[in-house]
């Protein structure tokens, strides 16, 4: 599966950002898909991630009842809706997939497959 993502941009701090994840391929509801975010010298850390029907969801307590991740399996989208953001959330963000994993993986090594990474600055 090859991955897609967009949607950054500049935002003022207690803005909105929605970033979305295209995937090609025909079994993309075969696959896990989560988010990740990283900023320069350190490891990209885990965001949220949703299960291969949407059903479940995990999201790092950083982010919880900020962020929400949706998926649409008929147009091999999964989106990232970003509230309420923090300078802190600046980073670049990333979305990821992975088939084999049996349940939601939050650990960026168990996931196969990258999009390159999208953009997002918060400013105070």
């Known amino acids: 599966v090859q991955l897609q993502a967009s949607g950054g941009g500049l935002v003022q701090a207690g803005g909105s950002l929605r970033l979305s994840c295209a995937a090609s391929g025909r079994t993309f509801s075969s696959y896990v898909v989560g988010w990740f975010r990283q900023t320069p010298g350190k490891e990209r850390d885990f965001v949220a991630a949703?299960?291969?029907?949407?059903?479940?969801?995990v999201y790092a307590d950083s982010v919880k009842g900020r962020f929400t991740i949706s998926r649409d399996n008929a147009k091999n989208t999964v989106d990232l809706q970003m509230n309420i953001l923090k300078p802190d959330d600046t980073a670049v963000y990333f979305c990821?997939?992975?088939?084999?994993?049996?349940?939601?993986?939050?650990?960026?090594?168990?996931?196969?497959?990258w999009g390159q990474g999208t953009q997002v600055t918060v400013s105070s």
């Open positions: 990821a997939a992975e088939r084999v994993t049996p349940t939601i993986a939050t650990r960026a090594a168990l996931y196969h497959y």
């Open positions: 949703i299960s291969r029907s949407g059903g479940s969801t």
